[in-house]
């Protein structure tokens, strides 16, 4: 089920390449190029979240060039990067995307449970399943994205995956220390 969703989506993201590119030759009723450009769909939150949380979701970008996400803000939240997971020996640690994570033009990648995800720290906000966190991504090309996160209850996650069970906050997870600090 979750294959087909990313499927759709990534066929979707093309669909709008597409479309893009054939309406590039009409000038009268194309917007502005970098116009909303990146979106992310199907954003959530887990709850429950201790002062570190963590936001999924699907970015997509029907621009013609790549982008990056290079960080973010939300109400409430200290600090908010874009983590990816990396094998450290035989355990898989977290740590900041170096650079930023590209969403290539016309492409979309899927921040997901042991995967790519936007890290919140220093959280102080007391999120409750139902409520609609505002996050903001800033992205390489100096725009901004709005984001509307609802969170939901981590049981919507599958224990019996091991990449999501790796995304155990209060667990097993290390931070590995940023080589840029
Ligand atoms: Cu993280």
Redesign the pocket.
């Known amino acids: 089920m979750r294959k087909l969703m990313v499927a759709l989506a990534a066929a979707g993201a093309l669909a709008l390449a597409g479309c893009s590119s054939d309406s590039a030759s009409t000038t009268e009723s194309s917007a502005p190029a970098t116009d909303a450009a990146v979106t992310v769909t199907d954003a959530w939150i887990p709850q429950p979240a201790s002062d ?1 949380s ?1 936001m999924f979701g699907m970015v997509s970008n029907s621009g013609s060039e790549a982008v990056s996400i290079t960080g973010g803000s939300a109400p409430d939240v200290g600090m908010v ?1 874009v ?3 990396v094998k450290e020996g035989n355990k898989e640690v ?3 995307v170096p650079g930023g994570l590209e969403i290539p033009a016309g492409g979309s990648v899927e921040l997901k449970p042991g995967s790519y ?1 936007i ?1 919140m ?1 220093e959280v102080s906000a007391d999120w409750q399943v139902g409520d609609e966190v505002p996050v903001t991504l800033n992205l390489s090309n100096g725009e901004t994205v709005e984001v509307t996160a609802p969170v939901k209850s981590r049981e919507g996650m599958d224990p019996a995956d091991p990449t999501e069970g790796s995304m155990d906050m209060e667990g097993d ?1 290390e ?1 590995s220390e940023s080589p840029s600090s």
Do not use: K, L, R
């Open positions: 570190t963590a990067q983590h990816e997971f977290m740590q900041e995800h890290m720290m997870m931070m």
